[in-house]
């Protein structure tokens, strides 16, 4: 995790989250570590970026991704706490992926064992057909992702056509 930049807020929601630091930073968004004051918890936010932000159907998109995940109950997927749009931008409010990406797990120790590779692509198969069983598509799934638990908030999840 790295430190804050200066253009990155220092809380959001009106002091309600105090920004920690940085994550990571993608195409779409910054997702930073935050304390929830009021729950006295760690949260994930992904605060689109300015630019992506900009744009009436990104926001749409995002809050209606948002929408979708939080309906998803899985041990497998993060849980989408709130959608929020204020003066300091667009974001989402996350639980917070407790353990190392995948990728970052097999550059650590090396391969997983042949169990717990079936294991997780157990876990992430049945994260993917219950995000299918409700009309979602994640489109980016990759080891780098922050928890092998599949964070469907990226925003690459998009629903699936009518006629899927």
Do not use: C, W
Request: charged share 25%; no cysteine; glycine share 6%.
């Amino acid at each position: 995790m790295s430190d804050l930049s200066p253009e990155l807020p220092k809380t959001l929601d009106g002091g309600r989250y105090r920004i920690e630091g940085l994550i990571g930073t993608g195409g779409s968004a910054h997702v930073l570590l935050a304390t929830d004051r009021r729950m006295n918890v760690q949260r994930a936010i992904k605060l689109l970026l300015p630019k992506i932000a900009q744009s009436d159907s990104n926001r749409s998109r995002f809050r209606t991704e948002a929408h979708a995940q939080a309906q998803l109950k899985h041990p497998n997927v993060l849980m989408v706490h709130d959608v929020v749009e204020d003066a300091q931008g667009f974001y989402l409010v996350m639980e917070l992926a407790e353990k190392d990406s995948l990728a970052e797990r097999i550059y650590r120790s090396g391969p997983l064992p042949p169990m717990e590779t079936l294991e997780v692509g157990v876990a992430i198969g049945n994260a993917i057909a219950l995000a299918h069983a409700n009309g979602l598509i994640h489109r980016d799934i990759k080891p780098d992702r922050k928890s092998t638990r599949l964070n469907s908030s990226h925003s690459s999840v998009s629903r699936m056509p009518s006629s899927a």
